[in-house]
């Protein structure tokens, strides 16, 4: 499964961006598609994950901010992270990230820069 996830840019603080996950196939099985991000000085932490009954979870410092949706169109499901009211330290770059049928697939990093 190969993750195709775009959206990411320059942001000041206080604004918005909105970031999709486009993972084909994933959608005919239970699934758990989620967006990480990593900063140099960190691990690699989950951000907002949606399973495919619907269930979200989000890290304690993006409620409220961030909301996970998703979209399951003939297998291929499409999620999207709309992120708002964005800090400095939302700064990172983000990975989308596929659970199913056992195994993990991982698409490309997009930076997100958060700064005036």
């Known amino acids: 499964v190969q993750l195709q996830a775009s959206g990411g840019g320059l942001v000041q603080p206080g604004g918005s961006l909105r970031l999709s996950c486009v993972a084909p196939g994933i959608g005919r099985n239970f699934y758990t598609i989620a967006w990480y991000r990593q900063t140099p000085r960190a691990t690699r932490e989950s951000v907002a994950a949606?399973?495919?009954?619907?269930?979200?979870?989000?890290l304690s410092s993006v409620e409220g901010r961030f909301t996970i949706s998703g979209d399951n169109t003939n297998n291929t499901v499409t999620a999207t992270l709309q992120m708002t009211n964005l800090k400095p330290e939302d700064t990172a770059v983000y990975y989308c990230?596929?659970?199913?049928?056992?195994?993990?697939?991982w698409g490309q990093g997009t930076l997100v820069t958060v700064s005036s």
């Open positions: 949606l399973t495919s009954r619907g269930n979200t979870n989000y």
């Open positions: 990230n596929a659970y199913t049928g056992g195994r993990n697939y």
